[in-house]
Structure formats: C-alpha cells, structure tokens
C-alpha cells in the first residue's frame, strides 16, 4: 500500500493539515493548520482583497505540496485514505460555499434596500453577517459598512433637519451639504432621497413665515444636477401660499410695513400665481395703512410741510366742502374757522393746508390816537392781515395751489388799547393788523375749502 497523492491533495485541500496527517507529517500538519489559522485571522481583520489572493496561494501550494509528497508506502489502504480526506474536505468546502453564498445574498439584500432608499432595512441585512461571511467575502462584507455609515449619518441628518422647521436656514444649508457629502457616495441616490422627501413633505411645520423663509431658501438653492435638486421645485411651489399667509400673520399683528413688502415680492415674483389676485387686494388695503403710518409720522415730527406725502384713502378734493387739516405756523385765524371745515385727523381731511408766518396786507385806513398820559398825537395804519398758506392734495400730496389769503376786519376802534412798553414817537404812523372777526375769517378761507 502506497500513500495515496489524490487523497492527500484532497485532506489537504481542506486547509486543516488533513493530507500531512495521512502522511504522518505530524509538524506539517500543525504548521499547515497555525498558518490556516492564522490567515483566516487575517481575512477578518483587513478587510481587502490580498489576505484572500494569499489565502488562495496557500490552499494551492498545500494541495501541491501533498501531492507532491505522496506515492511513498503507506499503512492506509488507499480507499480509506479517500474516504478520510473526503469525510472533512467536503464539509469544508461546502461551508466555504455556504458562507459565500450567503455573502453574495446579504449583499444582495442590502443593495436592494439600499436602491429603495431603505436604510433601516439597509442595516437590519448588514447584521445578518457572520464571521463565516466575513472569512468568505470580506471585502464585500466590508462594503456594506459603508452603506451602514451612510444610513447612520443619513439619520443624524434627518433628525437635524428637523431643526429647521423656525426658519433655521443656516442650519438648512449645512445639512443640505452634508447631503451632498453623502450622495457622492456610490449607490447613495435613493437613501439621500428619501430623506430629502421626508424633509420636504414636513417643511411646512413651522407655521407659514418660518415656511416661508425655507422655502425661498429652497429655490433659490443653487443647481447642482442631482436628486437635491428637487427642492428647487418643491420650494418654488410652496413660495406663493406661504408668502400670503405669512403675511396674513402680519397683517393680524398689525405689522404693515412688513406684510407690504412680502405682498409685494409675491406679486412680483409669482404674477400668475392662483394666490396673486388675493395677494393685490390685501396689497391695496395694507399700503393704506403704510401710507398712513408714514403720513402720522410726518405730521408728528413736522415734516409734513417740506416732505409731504399721500394717503390714497382720503377724500377726494372736489366740489363741496373740503375738510382740511391745517399745519404749520401756530393755528392763529384757524381755529376760528368752523368744525365742518377742519379736521385734526388725516383721515377725514381733503386737504393739507400748511400755514406760513402772518404778513402785512394792504392798508385799510388810518387813524389819529393819543396815549393816555401823553398830550402829543401818532397814528395807526390799520392793515389787512395776509396768511400765506401752500394747499396740498391729502390723495395725493400734490401741491394744489399756493396763496395768500387776505382777510379783512374792523379798522380804527375809538378806543385802541396798546399794552406795549414802547412809547411811540409824536407824529409818528405805527402800522397794525387789523383783528378780524370769525365772519372776516371764514369769508376768507371760504374759497379755498368750499368748492362749486
């Protein structure tokens, strides 16, 4: 009987020494099976290609060795040696099938789940992998940690994303790049877009003005020819109704300023917009109030006369009576005008009448007085008072007309009381305002507020 070469190729093939034992190689079989030992060590711990090409020498150089070893006599029948090797090379070998098999299936599953977007499932498939796996396809069990990676930072990003929901788009756009991180991975398409429609589908949570900031975030992102850039279009499409009802939010708090501008950027941004024509009406009523808010801070402040300004809402100044609000130097004559007339609030006003300081009109007559206590005479030229006064439109603050209205009064009292402390010279003509009385006064502003 002869040690046969097949059966120790075979015992040998096994990678456990099985050949070298048939020989009675006992140190052989020992070191064949450290170096198995130590090898499959290798395969779980460098997760690449070459610990598998120097797993492969190996199992060839110890299938040749044994072969080459052989042929010398032997105690071992020859069929029993066959049987022997067999009886463990077998189940090695299946097992290594086995495991490689099931390598290719777990990789199978998880580039399933991965391409629909399913990372729970992506990493409920990865720890499926046993060490079996691992020693049999390694590096392909190892690409899977990539995917896992992947899905873990996907989650941690998806939760983050979360935190936008206020309007954070500071937030938003470091997300969105740590989306893009992850999308050059390979094979990360349809995770990264799941996540992406998950957020997009809750993007409205915040409430319309913080919807409002993310979605112009959103379209206004730049284009990057990738899934990501879906948001441009999601944003675009939420931009309208979240603009308008922002502003209605505004408009309740009576933020004017704030809502016109918003009411404004929609119309001008989205025309044809089904929410535009809600948008105009709500424009036309706000930019009132705009408009009033600035026309009270003018008048205020004073500055209505060298700065005026519009309220669309006023009257028209038109035939009839014109109620004018009067500004300027103090009210003077005014105040003797009648109620119908005038006005302290710019609402009710036609008119913006500003009022300049009192001037000398055309003498009336004059008249000898004495002082009492003196025995000497001096005159008073009585004069028209003149109110130069600049009319402007309340509609429009358009200058309407400039003019000086002249009113007229009672000249040379028998009695003219001067309070004075001046004592005039003898002979001499002191000029003096006549004091109108409310009929003088109205007949002169008549013109000017009560129209035909």
Known sequence: MKDDRLAVAIGNASLLGIGYLLLRRWRLAIASMMMTAALVALLLVEKALWPQIVMAVWWVAVVVHGWMLAGKPGPRPVAEQRVIALCVTVPVLLAGVFFRVEAAGIQSDVAEAREAGDCAGVTAAQQKARYGDRVADGPGIERLG???????????????????????????????????????????????????????????KGGPCPTAKLAT????????????????????????????????????????????????????????????????????????????????????????????????????????VNR??????????????????????????????????????????????????????????FRKVVVPVKIYSMRSGQLVKSAKVVIDGPACPEVYTDDSALLPIAGSTISTPVEPTAANIRVAFQPLLVRR
Do not use: M
């Open 217 to 320: 975030w959103l379209r206004n992102r730049p284009e990057g020819h990738n899934v990501l850039d879906k948001s441009r279009s999601v944003g675009d499409g939420l931009v309208p109704d979240a603009q308008f009802a922002c502003a209605q939010t505004e408009i309740k708090a009576a933020q004017w300023r704030p809502a016109s501008n918003r009411l404004q950027e929609l119309i001008g941004q989205y025309p044809k917009a089904a929410i535009s024509p809600k948008a105009r009406v709500a424009l036309a009523a706000v930019t009132l109030k705009v408009q009033l808010l600035d026309l009270r801070a003018l008048i205020e402040n004073g500055e209505y006369c060298t700065n005026p300004a519009g309220y669309s809402g006023a009257p028209r100044y038109g035939p009839g």
């Open 146 to 204: 990539v995917d896992v990676e992947a899905c873990a930072e996907l989650r941690q990003i998806a939760s983050r994303l979360q935190t936008t929901w206020s309007g954070d788009t500071d937030t938003l756009a470091k997300e969105f790049e740590k989306l893009r991180l992850v999308l050059a991975k390979p094979g990360q398409e349809k995770t990264v877009e799941k996540v992406l429609d998950e957020y997009l589908g809750t993007v409205t």
């Open 324 to 381: 004018a609000l009067f500004l300027g130097e103090p009210e003077g004559f005014t105040s003797q005008l009648p109620t119908k007339w005038k006005t302290a609030s710019p609402i009710d006003a036609s008119v913006v009448i500003c009022t300049e300081a009192l001037e000398d009109g055309p003498a009336i007559r004059t008249c000898p007085y004495v002082r009492e206590g003196y025995d000497f005479n001096f005159y008073r030229t």
